[in-house]
């Protein structure tokens, strides 16, 4: 609320932080407001698919996403499978960016990064300037975050903590690794958000393999009365779950072989890196 920007990119306005703004409609509310303190002669990329209401903004509007008609999209995208490297052009309103690459995986990022191609566009970049970043860009730590790899274990942590978060890192693991095994280690975060979000986190994890909870991380919150892991585990279709502490997420692992590990949640579960990496090289 405090940014009056020139260029301004909406990706999601998903219900999340509800002990914040108690609502989604706040929450729509908020971005409307953002989007109306863009400068005159500004420009608004939205997600394709994002509704939102732009009758107080005066900047002019786009649309991006991944694969669906937009002003700016990905075309001809492929997974090159010799580098594990996504492949794609990006059509803008003046044309094809041609032969872009990018060295970090997921599908999600791709689509983060036909975004920022777009304002990078909308900015003066050039089509040679927005390949050589995307190329380049080498990533965040927990986002899709590669701790190892050997020919035959992969283990990825990830900083997703809400349902769509994890619907889109799964999927762009799936994606990427077609056919093998996942086992994905979940760490709540918050109490509101598991009590408000179960069902649909309970859908989310069903995506993998293998299931393993442990207890949610409360950071600011107090507990809340009946609300834990066991109501996300409990309300999961997936057969092979498991609701255990972190101890024994590491005796789990010690005593079973998965082809790919991923850690997910924004609490303290990253903390559990080093351990995990290191039981899979004990294996190895």
Same mark, same amino acid.
């Given at each position: 609320m405090h940014l009056t920007p020139l260029l301004a990119l909406v990706t999601s306005i998903d219900a999340?932080?509800? *002990?914040?703004?108690?609502?989604? *409609?706040?929450?729509?509310? %908020?971005? +409307? &407001? $953002?989007? %109306?303190?863009?400068?005159?002669?500004?420009?608004? !990329? @939205?997600?394709?698919?994002?509704?939102?209401?732009t009758e107080k903004t005066s900047a002019k509007i786009y649309t991006?996403?991944?694969?669906? +008609?937009?002003?700016?999209?990905? !075309?001809?995208?492929?997974?090159?499978?010799?580098?594990? $490297?996504?492949?794609?052009?990006?059509?803008?309103?003046?044309g094809i960016i041609e032969d872009c690459k990018m060295n970090y995986p997921g599908l999600l990022n791709v689509e983060n990064a036909v975004g920022a191609a %777009?304002?990078?566009?909308?900015?003066?970049?050039?089509? %040679?300037?927005?390949?050589?970043?995307? +190329?380049?860009?080498?990533? !965040?730590?927990?986002?899709f975050d590669v701790q190892y790899k050997n020919e035959k274990y992969i283990y990825i942590d990830d900083y997703a903590h809400h349902p769509e978060e994890l619907?889109?890192?799964?999927?762009?693991?799936?994606?990427?690794? &077609?056919?093998?095994?996942?086992?994905?280690?979940?760490?709540?975060?918050l109490y509101s958000r598991t009590r408000d979000f179960s069902a649909e986190f309970a859908v989310s994890l069903d995506l993998l393999d293998t299931a393993i909870l442990i207890p949610l991380y409360p950071a600011r919150e107090e507990p809340i009365r009946g609300i834990s892991s066991e109501i996300i585990y409990n309300q999961m279709k997936l057969q092979d779950k498991h609701l255990v502490t972190k101890p024994e997420v590491l005796e789990?692992?010690?005593?079973? *072989?998965?082809d790919i590990v991923v850690t997910m949640g924004a609490g303290d579960i990253d903390g559990m890196a080093g351990? @995990?990496?290191?039981?899979?090289?004990t294996k190895e």
């Amino acid at each position: 609320m405090h940014l009056t920007p020139l260029l301004a990119l909406v990706t999601s306005i998903d219900a999340d932080h509800l *002990d914040i703004y108690g609502q989604k *409609d706040k929450i729509v509310e %908020s971005f +409307e &407001k $953002f989007i %109306s303190q863009i400068l005159p002669g500004g420009s608004l !990329v @939205i997600k394709k698919g994002v509704e939102l209401n732009t009758e107080k903004t005066s900047a002019k509007i786009y649309t991006y996403s991944l694969n669906k +008609e937009a002003d700016f999209t990905t !075309v001809n995208l492929h997974l090159n499978t010799e580098g594990g $490297f996504y492949q794609f052009d990006i059509k803008t309103p003046n044309g094809i960016i041609e032969d872009c690459k990018m060295n970090y995986p997921g599908l999600l990022n791709v689509e983060n990064a036909v975004g920022a191609a %777009s304002l990078a566009f909308l900015a003066g970049a050039t089509p %040679s300037e927005i390949k050589t970043g995307l +190329e380049d860009y080498q990533g !965040v730590i927990r986002r899709f975050d590669v701790q190892y790899k050997n020919e035959k274990y992969i283990y990825i942590d990830d900083y997703a903590h809400h349902p769509e978060e994890l619907k889109a890192f799964i999927s762009s693991v799936k994606e990427l690794y &077609k056919g093998r095994k996942i086992a994905g280690i979940f760490q709540p975060h918050l109490y509101s958000r598991t009590r408000d979000f179960s069902a649909e986190f309970a859908v989310s994890l069903d995506l993998l393999d293998t299931a393993i909870l442990i207890p949610l991380y409360p950071a600011r919150e107090e507990p809340i009365r009946g609300i834990s892991s066991e109501i996300i585990y409990n309300q999961m279709k997936l057969q092979d779950k498991h609701l255990v502490t972190k101890p024994e997420v590491l005796e789990i692992l010690k005593y079973h *072989d998965y082809d790919i590990v991923v850690t997910m949640g924004a609490g303290d579960i990253d903390g559990m890196a080093g351990q @995990i990496t290191e039981i899979l090289k004990t294996k190895e």
